[in-house]
């Protein structure tokens, strides 16, 4: 599989790492082709990995993930160019944080509207599933850091078969069926994405960021 990753930050990084592990061709997307962090991290990820501006690596991928500050996201994306972001699976991992008055940073969108809302409506011809953005990046891509990967991903979105294929993402990643949890439409992302405030309050409560969640009923 083609996955255009955006964003060059440790969640970007460590995704795109994972994806090239398990044999997916992964381009870097930044502003700059010529981004150094992108041209490092290729280095590192092998063969399999290419560093792109966002159009270059938008254009021709299968997948795309937005692993960028939630508060570029769009503008990110718009960057992308909309023909590249038609008829795709767009993964959101991103957050609205907003730093601007400091630490701990309170959200630009929440409650009746969430930022993988707001990619869905400007490209409505995306397919927008958000997933993974509950937890530090590590536990991202290696579910058995936490409880021996007894712990649950939450993902939401409007398009079944685009679900679909991120849950295969998701298994091969090494997330158990069982622990995948599908929250539904795509207003489910407003729930996932309001639970960083207290995620963050966690972190700093238990010192490290190597948490998760586990729902039992």
């Known amino acids: 599989m083609k996955i255009a990753v955006l964003g060059t930050g440790p969640v970007g990084r460590t995704l795109g790492s994972k994806f090239t592990a398990l044999g997916h061709t992964v381009a870097m997307g930044s502003r700059d082709a010529a981004n150094p962090t992108a041209a490092e991290w290729v280095v590192s990820a092998g063969a399999k990995a290419r560093a792109a501006s966002f159009s270059g690596a938008a254009e021709g991928s299968d997948v795309i993930v937005n692993a960028t500050a939630g508060a570029s996201s769009l503008l990110a994306l718009n960057a992308c160019g909309a023909r590249n972001l038609a008829g795709k699976v767009l993964i959101d ?33 995306a397919m927008v599933v958000k997933t993974l953005n509950t937890m530090a990046a590590p536990v991202m891509v290696d579910p058995q850091l936490v409880a021996g990967g007894d712990h649950d991903v939450f993902l939401a979105g409007n398009d079944d078969d685009a679900k679909a294929v991120v849950v295969g993402l998701l298994q091969e990643i090494g997330w158990q069926p069982g622990h995948i949890r599908d929250l539904g439409g795509l207003d489910g992302a407003r729930g996932m994405e309001m639970y960083l405030p207290l995620w963050l309050r966690l972190m700093g409560n238990l010192g490290h960021a190597s948490f998760n969640f586990r729902v039992v009923s």
């Open 93 to 125: 991992v991103a957050n609205a944080l907003d730093f601007s008055a400091g630490f701990p940073p309170s959200l630009s969108v929440l409650n009746t509207d969430s930022l993988a809302e707001s990619i869905q409506r400007v490209f409505p011809d």
